[in-house]
């Protein structure tokens, strides 16, 4: 006769499977058709179920814990907003539960501060304290955490990872130097996190400006909800040995710069002005259906076509967000101040949304770094080139782990919410290589770091087929292969520009056009203001006199890149030796 412990277990491990069986059948429901937000509630409450019967076990919860690294600069508006809705997600679904003093034990943060003013230092320092008193354990690793550490391995050459910065301030190194850094203090608490957490640790990076939900279109518009069990299903991926590095995407706003997405803007921006055109200012906007095409295609994109998607060339409408029934005129005003937003990294018409899709895990070519995770294992990979400062630092990086990793490098179906702007302002808390001054926008140096991301890219598409990182290259090789990429993309870019200026000059006609109705009515003229400023600004950037294509062509700058870039790839051996021995001394506490 079995005992009664034994009874309990085989009870207890028959109502855990029935209630993963009821979860998988409600987040089939809650997708069905679309997403249906009456059935969220229940489907966050049966993973709390499932929660509560693991408690109820005797046996220990070896489940992963998870170290979340948010690096932030200057944000703390954000920074607020991530934290919240991370503390909403461990309160929706409840991953490992709380301790006795109603901290949540399977999760922590270390909250990388790159911020430069002594302020936002001090409220983002504040911040952190305070989520910790509600329940999340919080590591605050600001500037003098980040010396300090630094210092200890001053005898290793890693100027080439971490950069060099002034002191005391330390500030404003840049995404993936910051994050360079706060993996060197992974290292250091990688055995101390393990244990608090009472499992194996994940490192999941982040960025500040995302929150753990999702962007749906629902029939009453778009929704952003915590519909997602981020921590739940991460667990079960690394189940699999395999698995060594997972990323995920972002939805919401566009993962990329408004130097590479100007032109299916201007089309959307067109097509919205020939509609009105068409129509009174006084009559209903019509309430353009909710659509998740492009979503997954990178629809944002100019060019697109780079990385294996199909370019739709259809025009995306705006969707005005006024309460009621707004009508024409006051959603051309309403899309005439989100204008300027654009350059802070928003698309108001093309945002992508979270389809459901059910599947697995798929290989993986490129990290997101604002959201990937990784097995301490893996921390022998650092952003590589990150004093380069460019975009484009994550596919970059994710072809390199492809070479390395193979199979052991994964993609998953779990986008964070991203959010460029603030909805007050309109703009970035903090945005670097973006200019804003009284409505003159100046995009000059994201441009540039856009442009030299992709040439490295590319160049690294075609150094890794020849074996690199493994393989030794020479100057020459890394020289070449830089030269045709930049020498493909600038061809790229340039017919990009000219169809860019095509839009424009169609643009400024629709918008001058004596007989539109925005030309007839001193009530229309500020929103009508705002569209000039926004052409004005695409001819400033994109035009035949811009900065920013001047940099580009510039002899001095292209050798400036070459050199450096060149240096970087032939120098990424040597720096991961670097790197190792810094890790060996900080896990070893020395």
């Known amino acids: ?95 490992g539960g709380r301790d006795a003093q109603g901290r949540w034990r399977k999760v922590s943060v270390l909250l990388a501060d790159d911020s430069a003013d002594p302020a936002v230092l001090a409220e983002n320092r504040s911040l952190a304290e305070t989520f910790a008193a509600r329940g999340l354990r919080i590591r605050y690793f600001g500037p003098a955490e980040q010396t300090a550490l630094l210092d200890r391995l001053a005898d290793l050459d890693l100027a080439p990872i971490v950069g060099v910065h002034a002191r005391p301030g330390f500030s404003h190194k840049g995404q993936a130097m910051m994050r360079n850094i706060a993996y060197l203090k992974l290292a250091e608490i ?103 095409r492009g979503s997954g295609e990178a629809a944002y994109h100019d060019m697109a076509d780079l990385f294996g998607f199909k370019a739709s060339g259809e025009t995306y409408r705006f969707r005005c967000g006024l309460a009621g029934t707004p009508d024409n005129a006051a959603c051309f005003a309403d899309f005439a101040r989100r204008l300027n937003r654009f350059f802070h990294g928003e698309h108001p018409t093309r945002v992508t949304y979270y389809r459901h899709d059910g599947s697995g895990v798929v290989p993986a070519r490129t990290v997101y770094t604002g959201n990937y995770v990784f097995r301490p294992e893996a921390l022998d990979w650092f952003i590589p080139y990150a004093p380069l400062r460019l975009r484009m630092s994550g596919p970059s990086m994710g ?94 870019y340039a017919d990009k520009q000219g169809a860019i200026l095509e839009r424009l000059a169609r643009l400024e006609s629709l918008l001058a056009e004596p007989e539109h109705w925005w030309n007839r009515d001193a009530a229309d003229a500020a929103a009508l203001a705002c569209f000039h400023t926004f052409a004005a600004n695409i001819r400033r950037n994109f035009g035949p006199d811009s900065p920013c294509q001047a940099r580009l062509d510039d002899p001095g700058h292209r050798a400036d890149w070459r050199r450096r870039q060149v240096a970087a790839i032939l120098g990424l051996l040597a720096q991961r030796g670097t790197w190792l021995e810094a890790l060996s001394r900080l896990q070893a506490g020395r």
């Open 190 to 292: 990688c055995a101390e996190e393990a244990e608090a957490l009472g499992g194996p640790p994940l490192f999941y990076t982040l960025d500040a400006d995302q929150t753990f939900e999702v962007k749906v279109a629902t029939a009453t518009g778009d929704a952003e909800v915590a519909a997602l069990s981020f921590f739940h299903r991460l667990d079960e991926i690394f189940r699999d040995p395999g698995v060594r590095v997972l990323t995920g995407k972002v939805v919401g706003d566009p993962p990329v710069s408004p130097a590479v997405m100007a032109g299916n803007f201007l089309d959307d921006v067109i097509g919205f002005l020939a509609e009105m055109a068409r129509t009174e200012p006084g009559r209903p906007y019509p309430r353009h259906i909710a659509s998740t």
């Open 399 to 492: 072809r390199l782990l492809k070479a390395e990793l193979g199979a052991g490098f994964v993609s998953a179906n779990l986008p964070m919410l991203h959010r460029r702007t603030l909805e007050a302002t309109g703009q970035s808390e903090f945005r670097p290589g973006v200019v804003d001054r009284d409505a003159w926008v100046d995009l000059s140096d994201e441009f540039e770091r856009q442009f030299h991301g992709d040439v490295l890219l590319f160049a690294m598409e075609h150094l890794t087929a020849l074996g690199y990182p493994a393989a030794t290259l020479t100057a020459a090789v890394a020289g070449e292969a830089l030269d045709v990429s930049r020498e493909d993309l600038r061809r790229r």
């Open 1 to 95: 006769m079995s005992s009664p412990a034994t009874c309990r277990l085989a009870e207890l491990e028959e109502q855990l499977a029935a209630q993963r069986q009821a979860i998988a059948r409600f987040e089939a429901a809650l997708w069905e058709g679309g997403f249906n937000d009456r059935l969220l509630a229940s489907y966050q409450a049966a993973w709390r179920r499932l929660e509560a019967l693991i408690a109820a076990s005797a046996t220990a919860d070896r489940r992963h814990g998870f170290v979340l690294v948010i690096p932030v600069a200057d944000s703390p508006r954000q920074l607020q907003a991530c934290l919240a809705s991370l503390l909403e997600l461990c309160a929706a679904y409840g991953y």
